[in-house]
């Protein structure tokens, strides 16, 4: 079984920046994508950044520039560097580890991340 456990979030003001953390542990039999997710009050929950494991990536057009995905192997751990926060980006982020054969995905428990003044 696989455990997935994000960190990182909290209250920024706008154009500020923060880096979540997402750890993977327990029975992992090869990673195939790790990815973050987010969900906003009312809202549903949509991709932000997902990194395969030949290392390609895609972003959401509404972060891409600000937002940059990265991946600790060693540590099974990826990284969401967030840069130019918007109000528009808060949120509930959510890691998702997709891994083994046939391919299974799990989720974290959300951090929230709050861009406010």
């Known amino acids: 079984q696989v455990q997935v456990v994000e960190s990182g979030g909290g209250l920024v003001q706008p154009g500020g920046s923060l880096r979540l953390s997402c750890a993977a542990s327990g029975s992992i039999f090869g990673i195939n994508a790790m990815g973050w997710y987010r969900q906003a009050p009312g809202k549903q929950r949509e991709l932000v950044a997902i990194?395969?494991?030949?290392?390609?990536?895609n972003y959401a057009d509404s972060v891409k520039g600000r937002f940059t995905i990265s991946r600790d192997n060693a540590k099974n751990t990826v990284y969401l560097q967030m840069n130019s926060l918007k109000p528009e980006d808060t949120a509930v982020y959510y890691c998702?580890?997709?891994?083994?054969?046939?391919?299974?995905?799990?989720w974290g428990q959300g951090t929230q991340v709050t861009v406010s003044q």
């Open positions: 990194m395969f494991s030949g290392g390609s990536t």
């Open positions: 998702n580890i997709n891994s083994g054969s046939p391919p299974k995905g799990t």
